[in-house]
């Protein structure tokens, strides 16, 4: 069986992708006590829950990748992630980062996607 594409998504779509692999990418806002659950500001300011399989092992901190499916439009069921190190997380642009998701979802055949 071939490998879900996490596609990425803006999270200004997130409700047009529940139930489907995606990857988004948000700050690293607060960890839940039990390690199993974590929260993201996305460039929206709003907050996703990202719930995991196993205790988060690693700190987590500043800008965060997450692979997994929605199972609503705030809620993540995490597959795999992705903790850039701060050098790169102080000098992103969540919010240009986001516009450019967004365009890229109004004119889908000008970008490659799904490689």
């Given at each position: 069986?071939?490998?879900?594409?996490?596609?990425?998504?803006?999270?200004?779509?997130?409700?047009?992708?529940?139930?489907?692999?995606?990857?988004?990418?948000?700050?690293?806002?607060?960890?839940?006590?039990?390690?199993?659950?974590?929260?993201?500001?996305?460039?929206?300011?709003?907050t996703v829950t990202v719930?995991?399989?196993?205790?988060?092992?690693?700190?987590?901190?500043?800008?965060?990748?997450?692979?997994?499916?929605?199972?609503?439009?705030?809620?993540?069921?995490?597959?795999?992630?992705?903790?850039?190190?701060?050098?790169?997380?102080?000098?992103?642009?969540?919010?240009?980062?986001?516009?450019?998701?967004?365009?890229?979802?109004?004119?889908?055949?000008?970008?490659?996607?799904?490689?």
């Amino acid at each position: 069986m071939d490998e879900p594409i996490y596609k990425r998504v803006a999270s200004s779509s997130l409700s047009q992708h529940v139930g489907k692999p995606v990857t988004l990418l948000g700050e690293f806002d607060q960890l839940e006590p039990s390690g199993r659950m974590f929260t993201l500001k996305t460039s929206l300011n709003s907050t996703v829950t990202v719930q995991l399989q196993d205790p988060v092992q690693d700190m987590l901190e500043g800008i965060v990748e997450v692979q997994g499916i929605l199972s609503n439009s705030n809620t993540l069921q995490c597959e795999k992630i992705v903790n850039y190190p701060a050098r790169l997380s102080d000098k992103f642009d969540l919010s240009l980062y986001n516009e450019v998701l967004t365009l890229a979802e109004r004119l889908p055949s000008h970008f490659v996607t799904g490689l």
